[in-house]
């Protein structure tokens, strides 16, 4: 059992939609980051988590510490968010700061 | 502003050649990390640089070796290159944990690699 699953594993949706994606971990955190891939490889950092929730234009982190729990939203959806989603969480255990990665979100917005 | 510069951008190099990928972390990050993303999977930590020491170590190869210079670049060495080393290649950088606002971390854009 991966230590960071996400759900779903792909998601197709409509201009405009609200878009939720999900991830659950199963060991303590220090840490949970939300990336983006393009399709060209690179990766872009869009929320880093430790607790409550953060906004920033039309996306939106939350975690439970908890409930082990993280979802990110986009609001408005646009073709231009097609991308794969990652969420990757830093591990308390560890003693440096790698990142263990989920298996990444594929969404696609169609116009 | 200024982001985590990696090159080469492609590579393409034969089995048992050398390879080496450079990264330069945004100004000011002490600490670079480098992944390591097969065709189609998660991307796999490798190792970790803070202040020019190594400070951690994950499913790197012992055919790979990496530093950290005195300028905070990092290199990644990669000898004997089998096949499987095909991969898309990440360094990150951000300050160290536990120093500075919210020690986000930033990717490079990658560094491809193909083994033929």
């Known amino acids: 059992k991966n230590e960071v699953e996400q759900s779903p594993q792909n998601l197709t949706a409509q201009e405009g939609e609200f878009i939720t994606i999900n991830c659950s971990y199963s060991?303590?955190?220090?840490?949970l980051h939300w990336l983006q891939q393009h399709p060209g490889g690179g990766i872009v950092s869009l929320f880093m988590l430790s607790s409550g929730k953060k906004k920033h234009g039309r996306l939106i982190a939350t975690i439970n510490i908890q409930e082990k729990h993280s979802s990110l939203h986009i609001t408005a959806s646009h073709p231009r968010d097609s991308a794969v989603y990652i969420c990757a969480v830093r591990l308390e255990e560890t003693s440096g700061s790698r990142l263990t990665f989920g298996e990444g979100t594929q969404l696609t917005v169609n116009p | 502003a200024a982001g985590v510069i990696q090159s080469p951008r492609h590579l393409i190099k034969e089995k048992r050649e050398t390879a080496t990928l450079k990264c330069y972390p945004i100004?000011?990050?002490?600490?670079v990390y480098w992944y390591q993303q097969g065709p189609g999977q998660d991307p796999q930590f490798l190792i970790s640089?803070?202040?020019?020491?190594?400070?951690d170590k994950g499913s790197i190869p012992d055919r790979f070796s990496a530093q950290q210079f005195s300028d905070y670049h990092s290199e990644l060495n990669m000898s004997s290159l089998e096949l499987g080393d095909s991969a898309l290649y990440f360094c990150?950088?951000?300050?160290?944990?536990?120093?500075?606002?919210?020690?986000?971390?930033?990717f490079g854009e990658g560094s491809w690699l193909t083994v033929v």
């Open positions: 640089f803070y202040e020019k020491m190594q400070s």
């Open positions: 060991v303590g955190i220090s840490a």
């Open positions: 100004p000011r990050h002490d600490t």
């Open positions: 990150a950088s951000s300050l160290e944990y536990g120093r500075g606002s919210g020690n986000t971390i930033y």
